[in-house]
């Protein structure tokens, strides 16, 4: 079950990331993922990614994006992006290395300015 932090003023978020992004960015919550994909991946990943969508390549990193939707605090998303750091299918020289995957710290960025504002 997922822990709801207080935020700075004090009262339990109501909306989760997903939601609140969406009104924010002027899309759907069925948007979100894709959107939020394209805001987190590392810059030098962007002229590759359409070539690996093809594939399954990038389900670790939607699994994630998903995961931290429905996410009210940013508690749940650390624990999240750190359970998507040692995740296996997160391994290998493509992602560890040229690093053809999304940004945690994006992640992180996007969703504190979400949730915490």
């Known amino acids: 079950m997922e822990s709801v ?18 009104a924010r960015h ?7 993922q894709r959107r939020m994909f394209w805001r987190t991946l590392h810059w030098h ?16 990193d939607f699994a994630l994006i998903a995961n931290c939707g429905h996410a009210r605090s940013m508690e749940f998303i650390r624990e999240e ?5 040692n995740d296996p299918r ?17 992640l992180l960025r996007m969703a504190r300015a979400n949730l915490e504002s």
């Open 81 to 85: 992006t750190e359970a998507y750091r």
């Open 5 to 22: 932090t207080l935020s700075k003023t004090g009262a339990v978020p109501a909306k989760t990331l997903e939601e609140v992004f969406a």
């Open 26 to 32: 002027g899309c759907t919550p069925e948007q979100f």
């Open 45 to 60: 990943a962007l002229f590759l990614a359409p070539l690996f969508l093809i594939g399954r390549y990038f389900s670790v």
């Open 90 to 106: 997160n391994a290998g020289w493509l992602r560890r290395r040229a690093k053809i995957r999304i940004s945690t710290r994006k």
